[in-house]
């Protein structure tokens, strides 16, 4: 039975933040997916706690298979990331992915030196573990190209929740990184992404929602959610003129591919 794969969600922080009712929204959350015909779905950390809440929530019994990695956002990228690197090298069943992390020059919540550090670091880890590298990259393709020609990219990269140009798309593509869309392609002034978007080859794509941030149309501005990945890629179908059934089927397998797991029968 052919379904969607949400790529990378962030299903943890009411559960962290109130198990009971965290387990509850959990479950509302996946049935909704489920409905959707959402059957997987990654979940991922940003920092130690939220890497830690990744994997708890991946253990979670449910018709829609869970999974998480570990990670340290660009914005926390002052904390401890050997904390995070002991995490992920105790191992888990269900971690499939280090980050997301890399580099934020928008916001700049660290500075720029913290960053690339805390990168290099986590590029290394993903090597280490011959895990899945999960890149969140905003106004910094510039110095994201040069640490990954410098430290060398892992054998499956993506970036995650792409907002860049198509020039930005192939440089990422040139150097082997795989590219994820999110509801913000759907949004009226997304006409860049857009075209990016028609120019990744369809074996390098993936969807995601970012949940429970930026929400596709007609929903945006309201909270996201794994089942909204649906309407991300009938949405990426409709705009590369590509059979929506056919999209849901490659980037699912890409997405399987990506984090070495089975594909979905």
Request: hydrophobic letters at 40%; a negative charge; proline letters at 5%.
């Amino acid at each position: 039975m052919s379904a969607w794969t949400d790529a990378h969600a962030h299903l943890q922080d009411n559960f962290l933040e109130n198990p009971e009712r965290g387990t509850r929204d959990l479950q509302s959350n996946l049935d909704a997916a489920l409905a959707a015909n959402v059957r997987r779905v990654v979940v991922i950390g940003t920092e130690l706690a939220s890497s830690v809440g990744a994997l708890q929530v991946a253990e979670f019994e449910h018709e829609v298979e869970l999974y998480a990695t570990v990670g340290l956002h660009p914005h926390d990228s002052l904390s401890d990331v050997n904390e995070l690197v002991t995490l992920a090298r105790r191992g888990h069943p269900k971690l499939v992915g280090i980050g997301e992390c890399g580099l934020d020059y928008y916001y700049e919540h660290s500075p720029r030196e913290a960053q690339m550090k805390s990168f290099a670091t986590q590029i290394a880890l993903a090597k280490e573990l011959d895990l899945a590298l999960v890149i969140h990259a905003r106004d910094a393709f510039a110095d994201l190209f040069d640490i990954l020609n410098s430290e060398g990219v892992p054998e499956r990269t993506v970036i995650h929740c792409f907002t860049g140009t198509a020039e930005d798309a192939k440089g990422c593509l040139d150097l082997g990184c795989d590219i994820s869309l999110s509801g913000i392609v759907t949004f009226k002034n997304a006409e860049e992404l857009r075209a990016a978007a028609k120019m990744v080859p369809l074996d390098r794509l993936h969807v995601e929602t970012d949940s429970p941030f930026l929400a596709p149309l007609p929903h945006r501005g309201k909270p996201n959610e794994p089942a909204y990945v649906s309407l991300v890629g009938e949405f990426v179908a409709d705009l590369r003129g590509e059979d929506r059934e056919t999209l849901q089927n490659v980037t699912s397998a890409n997405t399987a591919r990506l984090f070495n797991i089975p594909i979905l029968d």
